[in-house]
């Protein structure tokens, strides 16, 4: 199937379950965003500053070509009257940075009329006030039918700055190819099954507005239903890569046609546990085809492989160049011995969840410690459900719906929920244990404080976790949160990444030797 993300190491497990050592972190193959990999060879890195001066070259704009329309902009009254300073204020409010051949021309639209798109599309809109920054700076970009990438902070609405332009997008290719066109049009692929799902249903509501239809293509389910839709046909797909891959190679489904690719969570789908699949899938994509780039972070070690899949793009951040972690959540880190995290985690549930009703979501890194740590609880007399690769799929999306309805207000978590998924009114994230990257650190605090609201993240720090207090004292800074001193016993300087998967997570952290390179092993 698709995705994602567990690897298969129960025996390792149970070997590792009996050597752990007090003081150690278990050696447990962390859940998630952390497949092994080959150790890659390493390439000639071309200076971030050289691409940013490439992609920051004024050019004249040029005239459509190619077999898809895709530019279906046009400026409006309202947006032509931006003066340069109203511009420039915006985006200086926002801390918006455009780079790219022809960025100036790329004025941001304040209001939704002001895109000038049917009405019936943007009824999706219809319950917000106006767009959010990354809309307003993506859209004119995207419905001239430029490639791009846009990096803003989570939950800051990055799935319509995708979806919207994709509708007039899809919706003008049916108009004029009347049934003579095989396979889909959109694809967007994403890292997890229930990130997938949540995008599916995005464009599910919109195919109630505007007739397109949509097939969720992952893993840990029957293949059965999502051929059927393949058959019948459908306009867009949104899928995890396993189980694409599967259906591709079975020959249930032809991307040739896809003329507008979206890859969310972008630095996730492209480092090194997905990289191979995503070359794959994109080289049986269309060659003309409009490609769009998503996340919250952009480390330096996806950007040189990005440009790989864009044309001349146009990039768009909001806020930071790299980790744009969520301005409206307020981050506390406390120092602390590993055993003394399961009581103190009850005393903070105590504190942070008296009313046994609010929502709370628990970071642990391994899929036995989100096991462990859910019945612990439960046996404490909390409410709580977990999500975790050692779960049926059946079982992992209950757990998200119990979580999501209020009916289970606590859920205990591996990274397999850090990324994307958009639950209302998460009034608190634990990391109970530290992530191996601070890209991690900041989707996963990034599940409260959405869509304007506010949030707390609550995370504990041990000595084991030393090699990333640099960076996460860096996100602390950078987002005006107090920095605890014991934090000042560690080594402050910014470790420079040693793997391709981004964190260090091998060999100084746990005292152990660098993780043999193997083969990635997905759920199915
Ligand atoms: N213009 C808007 N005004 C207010 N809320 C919005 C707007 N657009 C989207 N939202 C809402 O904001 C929430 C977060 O959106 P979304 O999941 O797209 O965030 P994201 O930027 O993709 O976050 P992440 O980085 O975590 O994936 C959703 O509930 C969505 O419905
Ligand atoms: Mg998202």
Request: net charge positive.
């Amino acid at each position: 199937m698709v995705s994602l993300e567990e690897v298969n190491v129960e025996n390792v497990e149970l070997k590792k379950e009996k050597k752990k050592k007090k003081k150690k972190r278990p050696i447990e193959e962390p859940e998630a965003e952390t497949a092994e990999v080959e150790v890659p060879k390493k390439k000639k890195k071309k200076s971030k500053n050289i691409t940013e001066e490439a992609e920051n070259k004024e050019e004249p704009e040029q005239e459509e070509e190619g077999p898809f329309k895709k530019n279906f902009y046009t400026m409006s009254e309202k947006t032509t009257a931006m003066t340069k300073d109203e511009v420039k204020a915006y985006q200086a409010e926002h801390s918006i940075v455009l780079y790219g051949k022809g960025k100036k021309t790329f004025k941001p639209t304040l209001t939704f009329d002001e895109l000038g798109f049917k009405k019936n599309i943007m009824k999706i809109c219809g319950k917000f006030e106006k767009p959010t920054p990354i809309q307003a700076q993506c859209w004119p970009v995207l419905a001239s039918g430029r490639d791009i990438i846009g990096i803003a902070e989570t939950g800051s609405g990055k799935t319509l700055a995708f979806t919207l332009p994709a509708l007039v997008h899809i919706k003008h290719r049916t108009s004029v190819e009347e049934g003579k066109r095989r396979g889909p049009i959109m694809l967007v692929i994403a890292p997890t099954r229930e990130l997938a799902m949540q995008s599916q249903e995005v464009l599910d509501e919109a195919s109630n507005l505007v007739k397109i239809t949509s097939v969720c293509v992952y893993g840990g389910v029957p293949k059965y239903t999502q051929k059927q839709a393949l058959k019948a046909g459908v306009e867009v797909i949104v899928a995890t890569p396993g189980r694409l891959l599967d259906l591709m190679e079975e020959g249930c489904c032809d991307l040739s046609q896809v003329s507008y690719l979206v890859l969310d969570e972008a630095d996730r789908m492209l480092d090194q546990g997905f990289e191979r699949d995503i070359r794959k899938i994109i080289s049986h994509t269309h060659p003309s085809r409009q490609t769009a780039l998503f996340s919250a972070t952009w480390p330096d070690s996806v950007r040189e492989l990005a440009h790989e899949f864009l044309k001349n793009p146009i990039k768009v951040t909001i806020g930071s160049d790299d980790l744009a972690a969520g301005t409206r959540i307020t981050q506390i880190v406390e120092v602390i011995d590993d055993r003394a995290r399961e009581a103190r985690l009850t005393q903070l549930l105590k504190e942070y969840h008296g009313s046994r009703k609010n929502r709370l979501l628990i970071f642990v890194l391994y899929k036995k410690e989100a096991s462990r740590i859910e019945s612990n609880l439960q046996r404490g007399g909390w409410n709580c459900t977990s999500i975790h690769g050692d779960k049926n799929q059946e079982a992992r999306i209950q757990a998200v719906e119990s979580f999501k309805s209020g009916k289970i207000p606590l859920l205990v978590a591996t990274d397999v929920a850090a990324r994307g998924l958009d639950i209302p009114d998460v009034d608190y994230v634990i990391n109970f244990s530290f992530p191996l990257t601070i890209e991690d650190y900041v989707h996963r605090i990034g599940r409260t404080g959405r869509a304007g609201k506010k949030g707390i993240s609550h995370t504990f720090f041990q000595s084991c976790d030393k090699a990333r207090a640099g960076e996460l004292v860096k996100v602390l800074k950078d987002a005006n949160q107090e920095v605890p001193k014991e934090m000042h016993s560690f080594d402050l300087n910014i470790k420079k990444k040693e793997h391709k998967l981004y964190g260090s997570f091998g060999p100084k952290d746990y005292g152990q030797p660098m993780k043999k390179a193997t083969k990635i092993v997905f759920d199915d």
